[in-house]
């Protein structure tokens, strides 16, 4: 399976940084098997950062196997659903940690962090905010929570965007 990673730098060995910020499925390194998704994640990351850095994106290759490997422990949120949004909201209250080696599911576009934000301020209900996720069309994310998970990405390639 390839899988992508859109940041501002070739990253031929994946590491999971410490100053992370608070993200959906907790602290690892994030890809997807979406390339646009990837491509636009470059871009946001890139006009963040200032006008100096490269929008770059990193291929990695990983045997479809591993997902169903006893080795690892993987969650697969198939569907935003109400488990999905407890997990994301979990990770994103606090700097808190949780057991798998792999995080699989669904990744909010940026209209939908809008919702997710009514309800994590208690505007929305959970059910009102599942409903509203639903209407969307929602992409890809799969998250890599230690060393010995990383070491199963093999890089590929790497491009860099222009606008």
Do not use: C
Request: net charge neutral.
């Amino acid at each position: 399976m390839k899988l992508f990673h859109g940041g501002i730098q070739i990253i031929d060995k994946p590491l999971i940084l410490e100053n992370q910020r608070l993200l959906d499925f907790g602290k690892g390194f994030y890809t997807t098997t979406n390339k646009k998704q990837a491509e636009k994640w470059a871009l946001i990351k890139q006009k963040r950062i200032g006008t100096d850095s490269k929008a770059i994106v990193t291929v990695f290759e990983i045997e479809d196997k591993i997902f169903d490997n006893q080795k690892y422990t993987v969650k697969h949120f198939r569907f935003a659903n109400e488990e999905w949004l407890d997990f994301i909201v979990f990770n994103r209250r606090e700097n808190r940690i949780h057991s798998y080696d792999i995080v699989k599911g669904a990744v909010a576009n940026d209209t939908l962090y809008a919702t997710l934000v009514l309800f994590e301020a208690g505007i929305l209900s959970k059910d009102e905010t599942i409903a509203r996720l639903k209407t969307h069309r929602l992409y890809d994310q799969i998250s890599f929570h230690n060393e010995k998970i990383l070491s199963e990405l093999k890089f590929i390639e790497f491009y860099e965007l222009t606008e």
